[in-house]
């Protein structure tokens, strides 16, 4: 696995780009015949006219840009997989030079008490839930207390400039940050329990805490040296690191309760401000120098920034001390690039493929109002149709969860913990995932993590799950994409902001496949995005693993 961190992604603009205007103009003749609910009732086309306008759409859209897209996905798979297979070595060799000593993880969760952060003001912006307690806290029963509690303001002012300790800028080894986190579940029965979940496994979304804690951790490390323990008051330091992005995991062995599991990682590229971070999981045997790679690469995103200014910092840069870290921090630089010019080629910028909006409106063909499968009226699908499998419409497979955002699960920097966030997100997504196939899922992959804004502690989060894609395989009898947004809801307005995006696929296997297959349809021009995002994210993900079985 992988973990970057950095306060902002290169922006590339990838070759074809310049063509967009003009073929967003054609996808927007999809947008306008493609919604089953206000197409055909708002456009002063005839359905014939439209279906005409779509065939000659898909007809003439460039034959030659979807062989591009093709061959750039092939590119991108080839460099995936010879990163990974590269990086799994290459690892080895910076653990090798690391100082046992300093392995461990530094804790990532505030140890000082809510209330005194409340009192001393570096609890940060309280939401207005809680504003009436927070100030009653600060003004006291009498004016004598009052007097006693400083204000927000005045701890601030009061803080003498020299409290503040400017990281030194050393350059660091890679082998510096190297930290890992061993889980003996072989060993120890009572740490199994806490982990394990209903039918006997590992709990998975508890895994993804340690990752985001781990990845913080060897950040820190990485800015502060390779003995810092724990972190203190973050004001003393004058900057902070925040987790922007999670790339990929893939998952390549089952988890064995029965084996340990360790968790580790180091920095291995830095930028003016960001650093990418490398990290695996592994399942470490009986034997001596046993051990098995059970996750692949993500990348993790996160920021530095000065505490008093809220601007990017500066951070220490790498000493390449062998052939092996120039390969890995040529590795990360690639991965960076790379990343900036898969972003380019979004659909929130880029319009779909030739080939992609031709199976938009065979979609539309087969489901659209009026279409097989369809009872006008009532916007829901009959059940099984002509392919033999039963069809949902994307906007019935929503799942949403409440929650208010407590002192308990929150980091350092006085707001909720990104890992337990990812666990959330995990949980209900799996959730989502069973009932949609109506029955047991297994974790292939986690497809990308956004975080835009951190979540404050006191908050209302607002998590909605919903079915992205569904398809089915040889290998896999059903797969399904599941993207889970999380957004903070202001209890005064009831406006939301979207906190995270998180992406996972789920699969069943032969032993555990539902009877009836579902398939997700899109009814929507926004969906149909969402359908394709899916799409491309099962596609990815089946061409890596095929080709590291080669």
Request: hydrophobic share 40%; net charge neutral.
């Given at each position: 696995?992988?973990l970057r961190?950095?306060?902002s992604?290169?922006r590339?603009?990838?070759?074809?780009?310049?063509?967009a205007?003009?073929?967003h103009?054609?996808a927007?003749?999809v947008?306008?015949a493609?919604s089953?609910?206000?197409?055909?009732?708002d456009?002063?086309?005839?359905?014939?006219?439209v279906h005409?306008s779509?065939k000659?759409?898909?007809?003439n859209?460039?034959k030659?840009s979807?062989?591009?897209?093709k061959?750039?996905?092939?590119?991108?798979?080839?460099e995936?997989?010879?990163?990974?297979t590269?990086m799994d070595?290459?690892?080895k060799s910076?653990r090798?030079?690391?100082?046992?000593?300093?392995?461990d993880?530094?804790?990532m969760r505030?140890?000082?008490?809510?209330?005194e952060?409340?009192?001393?003001?570096?609890?940060?912006?309280?939401?207005?839930?809680y504003a009436g307690y927070s100030?009653?806290l600060?003004?006291?029963?009498t004016p004598a207390e009052?007097?006693?509690?400083?204000?927000q303001?005045q701890?601030?002012?009061q803080q003498?400039k020299?409290?503040?300790?400017?990281?030194p800028?050393?350059?660091r080894?890679m082998?510096d940050?190297?930290t890992e986190?061993?889980l003996?579940f072989?060993?120890?029965?009572?740490?199994?329990e806490?982990?394990?979940n209903?039918s006997?496994?590992?709990?998975t979304?508890k895994?993804?805490?340690?990752?985001d804690?781990?990845?913080?951790?060897i950040?820190?490390?990485?800015?502060?040296?390779?003995?810092?323990?724990a972190?203190?008051?973050?004001?003393?330091?004058?900057?902070y690191?925040?987790?922007?992005?999670?790339?990929r995991?893939?998952?390549?062995?089952p988890l064995?309760?029965l084996?340990?599991?360790?968790l580790s990682?180091?920095?291995i590229?830095?930028g003016?401000s960001?650093?990418?971070v490398?990290v695996?999981m592994?399942?470490?045997?009986p034997?001596?120098?046993?051990t098995?790679?059970?996750?692949d690469q993500?990348?993790?995103i996160?920021?530095?920034?000065?505490?008093?200014?809220h601007?990017s910092?500066?951070?220490?840069?790498?000493?390449?001390?062998?052939p092996?870290?120039?390969?890995?921090?040529a590795l990360g630089e690639q991965?960076?690039?790379?990343?900036?010019s898969?972003?380019?080629k979004s659909?929130?910028?880029?319009?779909p493929s030739?080939?992609?909006?031709?199976?938009?409106?065979?979609?539309y063909?087969?489901?659209g109002e009026g279409?097989?499968?369809?009872?006008?009226g009532?916007?829901?699908?009959?059940g099984?149709?002509?392919?033999g499998?039963d069809h949902v419409w994307?906007?019935?497979t929503?799942?949403?969860?409440c929650?208010?955002?407590?002192p308990q699960?929150?980091?350092v920097?006085?707001k909720i913990?990104?890992?337990y966030l990812m666990?959330l997100?995990?949980e209900l997504?799996?959730?989502?995932a069973?009932?949609f196939?109506?029955?047991h899922?297994?974790?292939?992959?986690?497809?990308g993590?956004?975080?835009?804004?951190?979540?404050?502690?006191?908050?209302?989060l607002?998590?909605?799950?919903?079915?992205?894609?569904?398809?089915?395989s040889d290998?896999?009898?059903?797969r399904?994409?599941?993207g889970v947004?999380?957004?903070?809801?202001d209890v005064?307005?009831?406006?939301?902001q979207?906190t995270n995006?998180?992406?996972?696929t789920?699969?069943?296997?032969a032993?555990s496949?539902?009877?009836?297959?579902?398939?997700v349809?899109?009814?929507t021009?926004?969906?149909?995005?969402?359908w394709?995002e899916?799409?491309?994210?099962?596609?990815?993900?089946?061409e890596?693993?095929a080709?590291?079985?080669?």
């Amino acid at each position: 696995m992988m973990l970057r961190l950095s306060s902002s992604a290169a922006r590339r603009i990838a070759p074809g780009v310049r063509t967009a205007y003009s073929a967003h103009h054609q996808a927007a003749s999809v947008a306008r015949a493609f919604s089953t609910t206000d197409i055909c009732k708002d456009s002063s086309e005839t359905k014939s006219d439209v279906h005409t306008s779509l065939k000659d759409l898909a007809d003439n859209l460039s034959k030659e840009s979807g062989a591009e897209a093709k061959a750039a996905a092939h590119r991108a798979v080839e460099e995936e997989n010879a990163g990974v297979t590269s990086m799994d070595a290459l690892l080895k060799s910076v653990r090798e030079k690391s100082d046992p000593t300093f392995h461990d993880v530094m804790p990532m969760r505030s140890r000082i008490l809510w209330s005194e952060a409340l009192l001393s003001g570096t609890a940060g912006e309280v939401p207005p839930l809680y504003a009436g307690y927070s100030a009653g806290l600060k003004r006291g029963n009498t004016p004598a207390e009052s007097a006693l509690i400083p204000s927000q303001k005045q701890v601030v002012d009061q803080q003498p400039k020299d409290n503040v300790r400017e990281a030194p800028m050393h350059a660091r080894r890679m082998a510096d940050s190297y930290t890992e986190l061993l889980l003996p579940f072989g060993q120890t029965s009572e740490l199994l329990e806490a982990y394990t979940n209903a039918s006997g496994g590992i709990r998975t979304g508890k895994l993804m805490e340690h990752l985001d804690s781990l990845a913080g951790s060897i950040a820190y490390k990485h800015m502060l040296g390779p003995s810092v323990t724990a972190l203190g008051p973050m004001h003393h330091h004058g900057f902070y690191i925040v987790t922007a992005a999670v790339e990929r995991l893939d998952m390549l062995a089952p988890l064995n309760p029965l084996r340990d599991l360790r968790l580790s990682g180091q920095v291995i590229y830095t930028g003016r401000s960001s650093m990418e971070v490398a990290v695996k999981m592994e399942a470490v045997g009986p034997e001596s120098g046993s051990t098995e790679k059970l996750a692949d690469q993500t990348v993790l995103i996160a920021s530095e920034d000065d505490t008093s200014t809220h601007g990017s910092r500066v951070v220490n840069r790498l000493i390449i001390e062998s052939p092996e870290e120039r390969a890995l921090y040529a590795l990360g630089e690639q991965m960076k690039q790379r990343r900036a010019s898969l972003a380019m080629k979004s659909l929130s910028k880029v319009p779909p493929s030739s080939a992609e909006a031709a199976l938009l409106h065979s979609l539309y063909l087969r489901h659209g109002e009026g279409g097989p499968g369809l009872s006008t009226g009532t916007g829901k699908l009959d059940g099984i149709i002509d392919d033999g499998k039963d069809h949902v419409w994307m906007g019935d497979t929503v799942l949403e969860k409440c929650m208010l955002m407590f002192p308990q699960e929150r980091n350092v920097h006085q707001k909720i913990f990104g890992g337990y966030l990812m666990r959330l997100a995990y949980e209900l997504g799996f959730t989502n995932a069973s009932l949609f196939t109506r029955g047991h899922v297994k974790f292939l992959s986690l497809d990308g993590i956004s975080f835009t804004r951190p979540v404050p502690i006191g908050s209302i989060l607002r998590l909605r799950a919903q079915i992205m894609h569904s398809a089915t395989s040889d290998e896999y009898p059903i797969r399904v994409h599941v993207g889970v947004q999380a957004n903070v809801v202001d209890v005064k307005t009831g406006l939301e902001q979207t906190t995270n995006d998180f992406r996972f696929t789920w699969y069943q296997d032969a032993d555990s496949a539902s009877p009836n297959l579902r398939q997700v349809v899109p009814k929507t021009y926004k969906e149909a995005m969402l359908w394709l995002e899916g799409k491309r994210a099962l596609d990815l993900g089946a061409e890596i693993r095929a080709a590291r079985e080669k």
